[in-house]
């Protein structure tokens, strides 16, 4: 059974910094790639920053310079480092990993900004 728990969320106030986490089971970690989503309330799910499997990253234009991805194979986790948070960085950040036609989300957690 594939899992991908999303943890590291929370209340931030404004210039602040989170790293969340998102450890994967079930799945051959190494060969997928990973993302980071979010979705704010009221909004569609927007692309934040993805990492491929050879570790080449891409960032939404809205958080570069700010947000950091990154992964460790060994133990099968991706990371999200952000900072210099603002208000509007305020959503439920999502964990993505795709293989091909597989293609698998976590659950979510919860980013606050707020002072």
């Known amino acids: 059974q594939v899992q991908l728990m999303e943890s590291g969320g929370g209340l931030v106030q404004p210039g602040g910094s989170l790293k969340l986490s998102c450890v994967a089971s079930?799945?051959?970690?190494?060969?997928?790639?990973l993302a980071w989503y979010r979705q704010a309330p009221g909004k569609q799910r927007e692309f934040v920053a993805t990492i491929s499997s050879g570790g080449s990253t891409n960032y939404a234009d809205s958080v570069k310079g700010r947000f950091t991805i990154s992964r460790d194979n060994a133990k099968n986790t991706a990371y999200l480092q952000m900072s210099s948070l603002k208000p509007e960085d305020t959503a439920a950040y999502y964990c993505?990993?795709?293989?091909?036609?597989?293609?698998?989300w976590g659950q979510g957690t919860q980013v606050t900004i707020s002072s």
């Open positions: 079930g799945i051959i970690f190494r060969f997928y790639a």
């Open positions: 993505n990993a795709v293989n091909g036609a597989r293609d698998y």
